[in-house]
C-alpha cells in the first residue's frame, strides 16, 4: 500500500510541475511578452527581428518620461539590454512637441520636432524611424494622475550597417516620471 502511495504521489507532483510558468510552455515568441497592461506595471516587451526583447540586468533597464517644457510636451520609453555578447540593446519611441492622448494612433517616422519616432540602438550605433522605415505608436491608456501610460507599438528603422530591423508586437504599462 505504501509503494502505490508513493507512486501516485510522485506521479502527481511530475504531472503538476509547470518549469514555464510565464508563457505555459507556449514557443509562440509572442506569448513570452509582457501581458498587454495598463495599470503601471512598468513593463515592457516586443520582438525584434522576430527574437524576444525584453529589457533586464545593468543600469536603468526601463525608462520613461512624459514631461511639459518650454510650454511643449515630450515623450520618451525605453527598454535596454544587453545579449549574449554584450552588446547593448535599446529599443525606444519618442515624441517631441507632441501632446498624447489616450486612444490615438501615432506615426513614427522622424525624429524632428512635432514628430513621433522609433528608435533603434545598438552599442554606438543610434538610429531612427524615417520616411522610408516607419511604425506606429497606439496610446491605450493615459493617466496623468497617476502619471501611467500604456500602449503598443512597432516600427521599422535601418541601423548603420543597411540592415533593416523589425520591431513588433511592442508593448509597455510604464509610470512615467515628469
Not at 505504501?2 to 510541475?17: E, Q, R, V
Not at 520618451?76 to 498624447?100: A, F, H, M, P
Request: glycine residues 8%; contains cysteine; proline residues 3%.
Amino acid at each position: 500500500m505504501k509503494n502505490i502511495f508513493f507512486t501516485l504521489l510522485i506521479l502527481l507532483s511530475l504531472t503538476a510541475c509547470n518549469n514555464d510558468d510565464n508563457n505555459n510552455g507556449s514557443t509562440n515568441p509572442v506569448d513570452q511578452l509582457p501581458p498587454a497592461t495598463q495599470t503601471g506595471e512598468n513593463t515592457f516587451g516586443c520582438l525584434l527581428d522576430g527574437e524576444v526583447f525584453i529589457p533586464r540586468g545593468g543600469t536603468n533597464p526601463l525608462d520613461c518620461t512624459y514631461q511639459f517644457l518650454n510650454n511643449e510636451y515630450y515623450f520618451g520609453v525605453q527598454g535596454n539590454k544587453r545579449n549574449t555578447n554584450n552588446d547593448l540593446i535599446r529599443i525606444g519611441i519618442v515624441t517631441e512637441g507632441i501632446q498624447l492622448s489616450e486612444n490615438e494612433t501615432y506615426n513614427l517616422s522622424s525624429n524632428d520636432f512635432g514628430n513621433a519616432s522609433g528608435v533603434y540602438f545598438f552599442n554606438t550605433s543610434l538610429n531612427y524611424t524615417s520616411q522610408t522605415y516607419t511604425g506606429e505608436l497606439t496610446i491605450t491608456k493615459l493617466d496623468t494622475d497617476n502619471q501611467i501610460v500604456s500602449g503598443t507599438f512597432w516600427f521599422d528603422v535601418q541601423d548603420n550597417d543597411g540592415v533593416v530591423h523589425q520591431i513588433r508586437e511592442g508593448r509597455f504599462d510604464m509610470q512615467y516620471t515628469q
